[in-house]
């Protein structure tokens, strides 16, 4: 009875999990698990005035005492530092299932980082390489994803 419930869940989980591209930015450790709420397809679409939520699992290949989310929006071949706000930008408050830090190598880490889109935002469609950084600007996990900024109804 319990395998089948195991089943399940992996199987639930498997089907939720988003599609996402690694970085170009050299050969950056790649997520084992990326979620963008309500998208099983890209572009996600993201209502301007609303926040995108990112659900990340990632295997942690050394020691770090501070994480820092960091996001970069690739728009007509130009690639943009988005400024992330400080409630997101320290990973280390956003951690799950019992994971804090410092984070240590081997170790499995779960958190969520939400993407608000302000309503000035234009409706367009662009690709988002987001990361995770220690102390020493180390890349922990880096993955991109394209999102389609859509106006609300």
């Known amino acids: 009875m319990y395998r089948l ?8 989980n498997a089907l939720a999990e988003t599609p996402v591209s690694r970085c170009k930015c050299g050969d950056s450790p ?12 890209q572009p996600c679409p993201i209502i301007k005035g609303t926040t995108g939520r ?4 990632f295997v942690a290949d050394f020691d770090a005492k501070n994480l820092t989310t960091n996001v970069v929006a690739k728009i007509f071949g130009m690639s943009v530092a988005y400024p992330v706000p400080d409630d997101q930008k320290y990973t280390c408050q ?5 994971s804090y830090c410092p984070i240590y190598k081997g170790e499995d880490v779960s958190y969520v980082f939400e993407l608000f ?11 988002v390489e987001v ?18 900024v859509k106006k609300g109804e």
């Open 54 to 57: 990112f659900h990340l699992e």
């Open 117 to 127: 889109i302000g309503t000035f935002y234009p409706e367009i469609s662009l690709s």
């Open 30 to 41: 790649f997520p084992t698990y990326v979620q963008i709420e309500g998208c099983d397809i």
């Open 94 to 98: 956003h951690l799950l299932h019992g």
């Open 5 to 12: 419930l195991i089943i399940a869940l992996t199987f639930a």
């Open 131 to 148: 990361s995770v950084t220690d102390e020493k600007d180390r890349v922990l996990t880096c993955f991109s994803a394209a999102i389609s």
